[in-house]
């Protein structure tokens, strides 16, 4: 999960950054980085998008932890095993080196979640603008209404990151079950039967398909985190346990 500790990891990013004041420029340069941040692990889910593990694969070929992309690990010392293996060759990739990380302050545009969530979301966006130009593939009620829903879907997302980077486990959960709601809307509104009109609306169907359910896999993975730490006992509620026991 992007942010798996109860405290705020910006607010303590943003107290480490001491004396640094960045003006216009150098946050610009710092939104491109991040921007390319997210086309590159578009480029690695492209290549990986036939693999049923291609979620995890794509967060592995970014470096990505397990803790920080999910605390859905392995259960067993031979998978263990496994992926120390996977670990190591893709730690061996150029694209994981980033030497200045660390001088860098946090925002959320490097929480994974989002980082995922924004890669999928401008792919499907690109492809239906592509594919929804041309009145003769689609109709133009089909061609807005998809696109609003598209839209929709991405803001209750990342409305709810955000709610998750700042430790509003409950809140980011509300969210990411509205962000649920509209992306089942979208993926009515490309039913099979809607999608008779043209055979580049069926390619894309089946293509969307495929990127909106793994968003789905994504944020319930996120939202089963946050159930956990929900009803993970509180350092208050421990301390009036030992006080009752004494």
């Known amino acids: 999960m992007g942010n798996s500790n109860s405290e705020n990891p910006s607010d303590r990013e943003w107290e480490d950054r001491g004396d640094l004041v960045w003006n216009e420029f150098d946050w610009e340069r710092y939104l491109r980085e991040q921007d390319e941040i997210v086309i590159r692990y578009l480029a690695f889910y492209e290549q990986l998008k036939d693999k049923p593990e291609r979620l995890d694969d794509a967060a592995r070929f970014m470096g990505w932890s397990v803790e920080e992309w999910t605390s859905e690990g392995v259960s067993d010392g031979a998978a263990d095993e496994d992926d120390e293996d996977d670990d190591t060759d893709y730690e061996n990739e150029p694209a994981e080196v980033d030497l200045d ?146």
């Not at 990380?101 to 969530?117: C, M, R, V």
């Not at 991405?154 to 079950?177: C, P, V």
């Not at 490309?190 to 944020?219: K, M, N, Q």
């Open 101 to 246: 990380e660390e001088d860098e302050p946090y925002t959320l545009h490097k929480n994974p979640i989002y980082i995922a969530t924004r890669a999928l979301f401008l792919s499907l966006k690109r492809a239906w603008e592509q594919t929804a130009d041309d009145p003769e593939k689609v109709p133009q009620k089909l061609a807005l209404a998809h696109h609003a829903l598209l839209l929709r879907t991405e803001d209750q997302a990342i409305q709810a990151i955000s709610a998750l980077d700042f430790g509003d486990y409950a809140m980011a959960i509300s969210l990411f079950k509205r962000a649920l709601r509209e992306l089942n809307f979208a993926l009515g509104s490309i039913a099979p039967e809607a999608c008779t009109h043209s055979r580049a609306l069926g390619r894309y169907r089946e293509d969307a398909s495929r990127r909106l359910f793994d968003l789905r896999e994504v944020w319930l993975r996120v939202m089963n985190e946050c159930r956990a730490e929900l009803a993970r006992p509180s350092d208050d509620e421990d301390e009036e346990d030992d006080d009752d026991e004494g």
